[in-house]
């Protein structure tokens, strides 16, 4: 069973009014909550073996915090078409994947991942930062998986505020 993990990035830091969206950094909140989530999929037997990710800093230093946390490292591939990339490119990041490769995990931004996330729940209308939406395949070929959401099955959307993991006020 192919396993499929969307990531959105860890909350990021609005401080720094000269930087450019694409290269802002992660703050204090999402430094701590990254890890905390890296350590709840390895908990969790959620690692995944390969990662691509946005070239965005924020996107790449959430990656980055929860690495240390895991027992293997996932060949990370990272991916300039998924900053602000859309719920569609998001699920299409999959397609090229190796099918050797049983665990994938995504990291990318919102609003696409919401809408990601809506096209499995229609319940899920929020997406908060460092949040993972978790799905399954039966199929065994990625490009396959890729063709149509309806190849993979919704198993949750891991919110870190009801993990526990953050316990900030907020729930972006």
């Known amino acids: 069973m192919k396993t499929i993990l969307f990531m959105r990035h860890a909350k990021s830091d609005w401080g720094q009014a000269d930087l450019s969206d694409h290269d802002r950094p992660l703050n204090e909140r999402g430094r701590r909550v990254a890890p905390a989530m890296g350590q709840y999929l390895c908990q969790h037997n959620l690692v995944p073996e390969m990662v691509i990710v946005s070239t965005a800093r924020r996107a790449q230093e959430t990656l ?6 895991w027992p293997t490292q996932p060949k990370a591939i ?9 719920g569609r490119a998001f699920y299409l990041a999959i397609a090229d994947v190796p099918n050797q490769v049983q665990h994938v995990m995504v990291i990318g931004h919102n609003p696409g991942m919401t ?3 809506g096209m499995f729940d229609r319940t899920s209308t929020h997406f908060p930062t460092a949040a993972v939406l978790y799905l399954r395949s039966l199929k065994a070929d990625w490009a396959e998986i890729a063709e149509s959401t309806t190849n993979s099955e919704f198993v949750s959307l891991l919110k870190p505020k009801a993990l526990g993991l953050d316990s900030s006020s907020e729930d972006d």
């Not at 980055?64 to 946390?69: A, D, K, Q, R």
């Not at 990272?78 to 859309?86: D, K, V």
Request: hydrophobic share 50%; charged share 10%; net charge neutral.
């Open 78 to 86: 990272s991916q300039r078409g998924l900053y602000m990339a859309t």
């Open 64 to 69: 980055e915090l929860m690495l240390p946390h």
């Open 115 to 117: 809408a990601l996330a």
